[in-house]
């Protein structure tokens, strides 16, 4: 179900319209309540929907989620594994179920309304619950994850820091988009704290490492997008199908300790300054979701190899912002704004190149998109581009500055793509910085 981007859709729940989590939207998470056992949920207005409740009442019998409740986990991979078709279905159904008149999609096709939930207020008494009174897990149980370096202003700007500022990209970049791979035990849901962690580091002036507490702690501002189905080992991905394997988007902050990374990443990469956390939000917004909001990525030149050509626009129109919160204040401020659009290498090619090797992908593994930079200095989405590698501290309005993270500073991520009418949110990631902890 893919709604026009002017769409006038509305819903029986109040709350839905004008909200973050419209009918338009309706992200997945998993959650639990009460002491319940923690299962799948859907987001609309200031609810959250049990699915696993509307399943248990036979409103998924006659779609391809009739059979075993998979909506009864704590982890959205078992609904990921059943595929585009099965997404599609559940969100149609869900789209009948709460919205006030007939909706037609974009395609022209007319959805008609079930009253079955709206009038029927025990199963009501069931299934939704205020998202204020509901605790939020990780999504999915990532098996992999992965962290591409796909905004051009980033690797332009780090370039122009730490090699040569008049050639500051590597001849592949814009030939390959560049990544690594991540720890997925440590990516962990929006809320947790990060622990400062300690490493290695060596300052210019040093004859010696020294071990001890990160002091140059970053953020990554971040997209990142769940995969769905799973391709055999030894085939690859073709961009015709990538789309298909793409269940969702979700915030993410790569955190990073920036002189542990700058002691170690020569000759084999990140390391200890990426692996101690990668914090998402609990609510993944389905890529169909997204649709209205594709846009023409920016220009790639060169022309990209043939494997990398995708049809169709796969730039993705999401307002961005970094809210900072130190300890002293009262209210958040914003430190950054920016724009995913400015991505120079799209989701559809970061999942085709990852695989044109033959690597197997499986339900629920993650991939980051890299620090989400755009063309003006309030738009860099990282504390050492924002700062200029410390050159430019920030002025907080305590009269506290800021290089780098100190202890008990609070980061909040947050995104929403604008239509005229509705507004696609997704909800927030956030983390609080706390002290080293000896061995």
Known sequence: MI???????????????????????LPYGVFSSGGSSSRVGVAIGDQVVDLAALHDSGLFADSPVAGENVFARDALNDFMAMGVDAWRAVRRRLVALFADEDVI?????????DPKLRDDADLQSKALMSASGVTMHMPSK????????????????IGSMFRDPSNPLLPNWVHIPIGYNGR??????????????CGQTKADDADMPSFGPCRLLDIELEMGFFTGTANDLGTPIPASNAPDHIFGMGLVNDWSARDIQKWEYVPLGPFLGKSFATSVSPWVIPLDALAPFRVPPPVQEPDVLPYLR???DWGLDIDLRVELKSTQMTEAMT?????FKYMYWTIVQQLVHQTCNGTNVEPGDLYG?????????????SMIELCWKGTKPLKLPTGEERKFLADGDTVSLSGVCNAPNFK????DVCGTILPARSG
Do not use: M
């Not at 696609?424 to 909800?427: A, C, D, K, L, T």
């Open 369 to 381: 998109s890299g620090t989400v930079s755009g063309p003006t200095p309030d738009s860099y989405g």
């Open 424 to 427: 696609v949110g997704f909800g």
């Open 142 to 157: 990532v098996g992999n994850f992965v962290d591409f370096y796909s905004s051009k202003e980033h690797a332009t700007n």
């Open 310 to 312: 995708v049809d169709g």
């Open 105 to 113: 999609d974009a395609s022209g096709v007319a959805i008609a309304t």
């Open 335 to 339: 430190i950054c704004r920016t724009n």
């Open 3 to 25: 709604f026009a981007k002017d769409s006038t859709a509305t819903s029986w729940l109040k709350s839905a319209n004008g909200s973050d989590f419209p009918i338009q939207n």
């Open 184 to 197: 997925s035990s440590s990516v962990i849901v929006s809320g947790t704290d990060i622990v400062r962690p």
